[in-house]
């Protein structure tokens, strides 16, 4: 069963780890062997937001924010320059309009260009500041 893995290459590995949401191994085995982990992070960042939604209830502006923090600190600590677009669509799609738009807004932030939210246009509004 094991040589399956030692015949694959690494980065299929690390994709199989993250479809089974074990990014912390994932990650962990991306930086040992210098690959890149950013796909690994964009699919936590999606479980996550997918994981807080299936708890039920409305989400308040305050559980919004603590869930951009968490990600956006991981993506730092991780020192990722990471588009933050794939993971507001996300939010946007399982219905958190508040989180996503919080999230797109992080983007915007960072970006030094003026289309920074230009990928995510699509299906709701774009926000002013």
């Known amino acids: 069963m094991t040589h399956r893995y030692t015949a694959a ?3 299929r ?3 199989r ?8 191994l994932a990650l962990r085995i ?16 999606c479980a996550k937001i997918a994981a807080a ?21 991981k993506f730092e600590r991780e020192g990722m320059a990471i588009s933050y677009a794939d993971i507001a669509k996300r939010a946007w799609q399982v219905g958190r309009t508040r989180l996503a738009t919080k999230v797109r ?3 915007a932030k960072r970006s030094s260009n003026g289309n920074a939210n230009s990928k995510l246009a699509v299906g709701f509004p774009a926000t002013r500041a």
């Open 105 to 107: 807004s992080q983007r």
């Open 30 to 45: 991306s930086s040992f062997l210098q690959i890149r982990s950013d796909p690994v992070l964009k699919h936590w960042a």
């Open 53 to 73: 939604q299936s708890m039920g209830g409305e989400s308040t502006g305050s559980q919004d924010d603590e869930l951009r923090r968490i990600i956006v600190t």
């Open 13 to 15: 590995l690390v994709s």
């Open 17 to 24: 780890l993250t479809a089974r949401n074990m990014h912390l």
């Open 9 to 11: 290459p690494a980065e």
